[in-house]
């Protein structure tokens, strides 16, 4: 039996999903951040509707949301994914759950297309971004430092089937 839900993120599971962003920071492959952000900035930097967890045996295993590329009006229907699983939940088909969540959720909400930045070396993510109906568009090289090293980042997106 199934024990895995995928639901709307709810207030009281900001400290797991921030844990889980940790477990993220800590591979050095999953965001150039460095530092833990505060519930605040966490909270300020996603889409206040379209963030949903992934919860098994009453823990927060897995989270997805999405920010704006742009303040620009424009832009408004475009927005950058982030998903993170917790390091002890790997491999499970989580991601893949939250991941047709969030893309049901977005197109209802009138987002057209949803894109992600992918540390390169993080094959994983990408090869899971192509399972969903993501494309590679482009390839920023040495795009930013992470511990004194460089890293380029593949850019993939996904585009609404909804018209």
């Known amino acids: 039996m199934d024990t895995l839900i995928t ?17 993220g920071i800590e591979t050095g492959m999953a965001t150039f951040e460095t530092i833990v952000p505060s519930e ?4 300020d930097g996603y889409h206040a509707t379209l963030r949903f967890v992934a919860e098994e045996r009453d823990r927060v295993v897995g ?14 229907g475009v927005g950058e994914v982030s998903v ?4 002890d939940c790997k491999g499970k088909g989580i991601a893949t759950k939250l991941f047709k969540k969030l893309i049901e959720e977005s197109e209802k909400a009138g987002f057209w297309t949803l894109q992600s930045s992918i540390f390169a070396i993080n094959t994983s993510s990408i090869h899971l971004h192509k399972k ?32």
């Open 7 to 23: 639901r709307k993120m709810e207030k009281n599971d900001l400290k797991e999903v921030l844990q889980i962003y940790k477990e």
């Open 132 to 163: 969903i109906g993501f494309r590679i568009v482009g390839t920023r090289e040495k795009i930013a430092q992470l511990y004194g090293e460089w890293h380029d980042t593949v850019i993939m997106e996904k585009r609404s089937t909804i018209k």
């Open 63 to 76: 989270w997805i949301s999405i920010s704006p590329v742009s303040t620009r009006s424009v832009y408004s």
């Open 40 to 43: 605040q900035i966490w909270d």
């Open 84 to 87: 993170y699983i917790s390091s």
